[in-house]
Nanobody
Framework: EVQLVESGGGMVQPGGSLRLSCATSGFTFSTYAMSWVRQAPGKGPEWVSA????????YYADSVKGRFTISRDNAKNTLYLQMNSLKPEDTALYYC??????????????????????WGQGTQVTVSS
């Protein structure tokens, strides 16, 4: 059974930091590119970041570039997202997702979970004073 379990979300003040984790099992983690996507209330899904299978290449949405860092540990089958300098507009449900290619949406980065092979249930991040 494929499982992706996100953790590390919570409530934080603007300017604060959180580190999200995504523990995976049931598939060969090291052969999949991994992404983070988010869904904010009343907004469409947004692709946040992606990392290739080996971890050597990372990609970020302009909205998080310079503040977020994606990484992975293939020995632990785990994906991470370090989020610094958080803003209220980062408030969202964050999902990790796996795909055979970095850009699963017909050659583009995708915020739509259905375009990935596997995804988790999400972890809530709330940035508020």
């Amino acid at each position: 059974e494929v499982q992706l379990v996100e953790s590390g979300g919570g409530m934080v003040q603007p300017g604060g930091s959180l580190r999200l984790s995504c523990a995976t099992s049931g598939f060969t983690f090291s052969t999949y590119a991994m992404s983070w996507v988010r869904q904010a209330p009343g907004k469409g899904p947004e692709w946040v970041s992606a990392i290739n299978r080996g971890g050597g290449n990372t990609y970020y949405a302009d909205s998080v570039k310079g503040r977020f860092t994606i990484s992975r540990d293939n020995a632990k089958n785990t994906l991470y997202l370090q989020m610094n300098s958080l803003k209220p507009e980062d408030t969202a449900l964050y999902y990790c997702a796996a795909s055979l290619v970095v850009r699963p949406g017909g050659g583009r980065y995708s915020g739509y979970l259905a375009e990935y092979d596997y995804w988790g249930q999400g972890t809530q991040v709330t940035v508020s004073s």
